[in-house]
């Protein structure tokens, strides 16, 4: 149980492009989403959290005009990169709270992105 | 911002020793976890310790804390090639008690 899926797992797009990461909670509902950023051999920067329903609330130094968050229902979370750039080249994971029993944060496998 | 930082930043070892890897964060937590993450995967929830433990054990893993000294650390015995992997340690953010907040890694490996 607790799985959290990310699609797609790799994208490259061309620069000026918009790319839309999904992140879904495939068995259990997630009152709270997360996004996070992670470059090579770095650790995982927290972007925005996520509430269903809600605007996403950013970390400081996060665009939200650049980084959209949707999320639309208790098991989807939506991220999209708006006129991608090389240097959002990166890592991005997401991961769910469920509450409750599941007083945790679950992990997606992560989307790697590439924008030449 | 991160949290903490985790020393060493790279860690090389035999298969078959043990492995130590250090956390140190800034502010009071309720709980402290591990987590390990394969090149280019996810990340697996290793081990959860909250701040009135001081020591937990899983299998071949050994998580201490000492808040007094606002550090952790992770021992991972008789260490196996597979166990070759990044490792963060994460503590609750000071404005939300489920929001992580991540150290900077260990990158472990394992020689066969």
């Known amino acids: 149980g607790a799985v959290v899926s990310q699609h797609p797992s790799r994208v490259i797009c061309k620069s000026g492009t918009s790319v839309k990461i999904e992140c879904r909670s495939l068995d259990f509902q997630a009152t709270t989403m997360f996004w996070y950023r992670q470059f090579p051999k770095q650790s995982l920067m927290l972007m925005a959290t996520?509430?269903?329903?809600?605007?996403?609330?950013?970390e400081q130094g996060v665009e939200k005009d650049k980084f959209l968050i949707n999320h639309a229902s208790l098991t989807l979370s939506t991220l999209t990169v708006t006129s991608a750039h090389p240097e959002d080249s990166s890592f991005y994971i997401c991961?769910?709270?469920?509450?409750?029993?599941?007083?945790?944060?679950?992990f997606g496998p992560g989307t790697r992105l590439t924008v030449l | 911002s991160q949290q903490g930082e985790e020393d060493p930043q790279a860690l090389s070892i035999q298969e078959g020793e043990n492995a130590t890897m250090n956390c140190s964060y800034k502010?009071?937590?309720?709980?402290l976890q591990w987590y390990r993450q394969n090149s280019g995967r996810g990340l697996v929830h290793l081990i959860l310790i909250r701040s009135n433990e001081r020591e937990k054990h899983s299998g071949r893993l050994r998580v201490t804390l000492d808040t007094s000294k606002k550090s952790s650390s992770l021992l991972i015995t008789a260490s196996r090639a597979a166990d070759t992997a990044s490792y963060f340690c994460?503590?609750?953010?000071?404005?939300?008690?489920?929001?992580?907040?991540f150290g900077s890694g260990t990158r472990l490996l394992v020689r066969p």
């Open positions: 996520s509430n269903e329903g809600s605007k996403a609330t950013y």
């Open positions: 502010t009071s937590i309720n709980n």
């Open positions: 991961s769910a709270y469920g509450g409750g029993d599941l007083d945790e944060q679950f």
């Open positions: 994460a503590t609750d953010a000071e404005d939300s008690s489920y929001k992580l907040i």
